[in-house]
């Protein structure tokens, strides 16, 4: 079992900046990778960004590439989502995944939800314009 906890959301104008943070604990020895995904209302959830636990490969989607940036710090067991020059579409409630299945991986599944078998709470991010 792992466990994630997602922090850092809020309300912010269009341009600046947020920092999520996904903290996780349990079985993490066992995480492939873990991922950043959001979901809008009336919409599914979509990829963000992913990071491989073994190397560091990341991966980010296009609609944030140059904004968002996805880090970890190992010793902590935690991710971070460094998202600058916030646009109104990026609002969303963000969620954090982990893949202890190895089932993350490129090029398909490493940027679906099926990749990942736990998921955190979600923290919502608001950007207005």
């Known amino acids: 079992q792992v466990q994630l906890v997602e922090s850092g959301g809020g309300l912010v104008q269009a341009g600046g900046s947020l920092r999520l943070s996904c903290a996780a604990s349990g079985r993490t020895f066992s995480t492939y990778a873990m991922g950043w995904f959001r979901q809008a209302p009336g919409k599914e959830r979509e990829f963000v960004a992913t990071l491989r636990w073994n190397n560091g490969f990341t991966v980010v989607a296009d609609s944030v590439k140059g904004r968002f940036t996805i880090s970890r710090d190992n010793a902590k067991n935690m991710v971070y989502l460094q998202m600058n020059s916030l646009k109104p579409e990026d609002t969303a409630v963000y969620y954090c995944?982990?893949?202890?299945?190895?089932?993350?991986?490129?090029?398909?599944?490493?940027?679906?939800?099926?990749?990942?078998?736990?998921w955190g709470q979600g923290t919502q991010v608001t950007v207005s314009s």
């Open positions: 995944g982990a893949d202890t299945k190895n089932a993350a991986t490129w090029p398909v599944t490493i940027a679906t939800p099926l990749g990942y078998d736990y």
